[in-house]
């Protein structure tokens, strides 16, 4: 059971180059989050989804793009990145119901240049 | 909206207790708790629904105020283990189970 995996785990791009984060969970959670991590800042939520085809805004949206289009796979697109993009990069998953808390992947470490 | 912690930071010796707290401006449906290591990913520690039920493992506990939407964490007797930055989470009312976490607390204990 590998839990959520998020890859690849360093990356360094381009200003203006594009990119996609891959998260994937075998866990059959419904609830899919991503979440970037600044110093002082802590954990900001992205965009999460609440199921294959339905996905919303969180705290700081703007300049990703993420779908659903399968319960496993919740890619984070960068279209055009930016210095201020440089972060880590965490993906979760959680399934219904109370008292369920959030499954992180270990993961993506992003420096643009 | 974020949640607020405080403090910010403290520094520990052995054996000594903490307490984080965590307030939202908004009706609370769960607070969430996490401890991160440097360099890894943030693992769960408690959830507390509204009720204001109190909950505990080991020397971690926490409680919760719904009707203040206040969390205070409770580490008693620090081990050099729980060492780490503690960040919590809230789930608001007709949120859709989205979890938004403050800005987290840096907790060193030290000999």
């Known amino acids: 059971n590998a839990g959520v995996t998020q890859t690849p785990k360093f990356q360094v791009l381009k200003t203006g180059q594009s990119m996609t984060l891959q998260c994937a969970q075998d866990?059959?959670?419904?609830?899919m989050s991503w979440y970037r991590q600044d110093p002082g800042m802590g954990l900001r939520l992205i965009h999460y989804s609440v199921g294959a085809g339905i996905t919303d805004q969180g705290e700081v949206p703007n300049g990703y793009n993420v779908s659903r289009s399968t319960t496993e796979d919740f890619p984070l697109r960068l279209l055009s990145a930016a210095p201020s993009q440089t972060s880590v990069y965490f993906c979760a998953s959680r399934t219904q119901g109370i008292n369920q808390p959030q499954h992180f992947g270990d993961g993506t470490r992003l420096s643009i240049l | 909206q974020q949640p607020v912690q405080s403090p910010q930071a403290v520094i520990l010796r052995e054996g000594e207790d903490a307490v984080i707290n965590c307030s939202s401006s908004?009706?609370?449906?769960?607070v969430h708790w996490y401890r991160q290591k440097h360099g890894e990913a943030p693992v769960f520690l408690m959830i507390?629904?509204?009720?204001?039920e109190q909950k505990g493992h080991d020397k971690i506990s926490a409680s919760f105020n719904e009707k203040k939407q206040q969390s205070s964490l409770y580490l008693t007797a620090s081990q050099l283990s729980y060492s780490g930055t503690y960040f919590c989470g809230t789930e608001i009312a007709g949120g859709y189970q989205k979890v938004t976490f403050g800005t987290g607390t840096k907790l060193q204990v030290i000999p």
């Open positions: 866990m059959n959670h419904e609830y």
């Open positions: 507390l629904l509204k009720g204001g």
């Open positions: 908004k009706a609370l449906y769960s």
